[in-house]
């Protein structure tokens, strides 16, 4: 016997989701089945509101329910400082920092010649029009320190500085609690050329 | 900044599915933003459509989208034999063996002390019940091999065979196609135990 073609179905959607092999896929489904039709009411209409509910900033594309979003429409928060992420996980990231009181742009992705992704894209584009038609002081490129992220934020940087807008990259060094034992090569080479009298 | 309310709400729900960690249920919140309308639909669409179609048969408790199930009201099976297994899962595992042609009772687990799970909390009764009104020969006892599984089929082999009822138990030793350098030592004594004369 194979699995009903109602379960086939529902395991067949949930293998699409990243991350999600087929014994998991399986798993799940049958969990699911084992829920109430109440917790899967639940489940489902979180998953059906935050998609329906949620929209791209039409100025800096992070996910929010308004456009704008709370943050460019924020008239407290410095609007000539620009810090540019990959994703809107990114953001929330940055955005933890209580410092930074500038506003952000999500690229959407870096650019990774192997799978594709080229300059057009990403938001590339869309970023560097906000430049032009706004006042904008500092791009503070905060891409991935993979090597996709740092391939973006070198081509980021070469376009940015011919609009004569000063580019800045996050800091490099060693993490905060990190265990220097445990730190790659290339970490510690970058956290001696940024080291600090103390 | 935190997670939109939205997003963190998804992202709760996903995370109380098993095995679906913190950092997993967001990856997945932010994949089904970035979905399509219409793949979210029909991954959601899946799930409800699954929940509420298949049914537990009420003769072996497997899942189906009819009762009894299509193994059950198969007046081709032999009838007197059920094969009794943990869940609707390894029922699909066993039925893949074209041999066996008996019927099947799917327990809903295993006994398991550490996790208060008791035969209370699993279908014996009705197992019982089952074995008393049929014309039953034979029960082969099919739950899994490790400890909880071979617990509960000491105690199902227990209670049945005062039934008077022949109660078998599936045969222990090496995986097909598996590497004896890798087997452990209680499925090496096991397949020594269960050798065959060729």
């Given at each position: 016997m194979n699995r009903p073609q109602l379960i086939e179905k529902m395991v067949e959607k949930i293998k699409k989701?990243?991350?999600?092999?087929p014994k998991m896929a399986e798993r799940l489904s049958y969990h699911i089945l084992k829920m109430s039709q109440n917790e899967v009411d639940r489940l489902v209409d979180s998953i059906q509101k935050a998609r329906t509910g949620m929209k791209s900033?039409?100025?800096?594309?992070n996910l929010s329910?308004?456009?704008?979003c709370p943050i460019c429409s924020?008239?407290?928060?410095?609007?000539?400082t620009i810090c540019v992420v990959e994703t809107p996980q990114d953001l929330i990231a940055v955005s933890k920092v209580k410092d930074y009181k500038g506003l952000y742009f999500v690229l959407g992705g870096s650019l990774s010649p192997l799978d594709a992704?080229?300059?057009?894209?990403?938001r590339i584009d869309k970023l560097i029009r906000r430049i032009k038609i706004g006042d904008i002081n500092e791009i503070i490129i905060a891409t991935d320190t993979d090597s996709k992220g740092e391939m973006t934020a070198v081509y980021l940087a070469e376009i940015i500085k011919k609009l004569s807008v000063k580019v800045t990259r996050l800091g490099y060094g060693l993490p905060v609690g990190g265990d220097i034992e445990y730190a790659d090569e290339v970490t510690i080479s970058r956290a001696i050329a940024g080291r600090k009298e103390m």
């Open positions: 989701l990243p991350g999600i092999g900033c039409s100025v800096c594309y329910e308004y456009d704008p924020d008239l407290k928060r410095e609007h000539n992704v080229g300059p057009d894209d990403i």
